[in-house]
């Protein structure tokens, strides 16, 4: 076996129990809602959501900071695809109240969705409730714009019903 081949070898497992021993306080969100387009015309439908939340950066007493990254799609065709940091602030009795800010790309399915250009940063506020075995139910409301940074800034706003699956 080659001094390359070694390398290759010896990289690849290092990766692998990189990523392995990352995979705690990590989570699964599956969401599921309506998208309403602000723009006359534009078509509204039925949005499918993953989001992946990493471990936590920060983590205090009441609220914690991780990274984050999600692909949400709606009947319409429309997608998007954005990463960037969510917040969770910890109540009483496992109830939590999330918000996200996550820049990306989206990409219209029909030309009256279009929201004016191909980079929006979506917004979202949540509140949810963590069950015994870690799972948790949220109810979100999102919104993604281009901040003007194009000329036209419609918007979407979203409502989604999301489960929370832990992978500890």
């Known amino acids: 076996m080659g001094k390359e081949m070694k390398n290759r070898i010896a990289l690849s497992a290092a990766l692998s129990v ?47 900071a991780q990274l984050a990254g ?18 969770k602030w910890d109540l009483q009795q496992d109830w939590f109240i999330e918000a996200s800010v996550l820049p990306g790309a989206y990409i219209e399915g029909t030309a009256l969705n279009d929201l004016g250009s191909t980079f929006e940063i979506r917004s ?23 901040a003007s940074t194009a000329d036209i800034n419609p918007g979407v706003n979203a409502l989604t019903l999301r489960w929370h699956i832990p992978l500890d």
């Open 18 to 64: 990189a990523l392995a021993s990352s995979a705690f306080s990590q989570e699964i969100v599956l969401g599921a809602g309506y998208s309403d387009y602000s723009r006359h015309g534009a078509e509204d439908g039925v949005i499918l959501s993953m989001e992946y939340i990493h471990r936590p950066f920060y983590e205090g007493r009441v609220f914690s």
């Open 124 to 146: 979202q506020l949540a509140v949810g409730k963590r069950f015994k075995s870690g799972k948790a139910l949220s109810l979100a409301l999102s919104h993604k714009s281009n």
């Open 70 to 87: 999600a692909i949400e799609l709606v009947e319409t065709g429309d997608a998007f695809l954005g990463g960037g940091v969510r917040g």
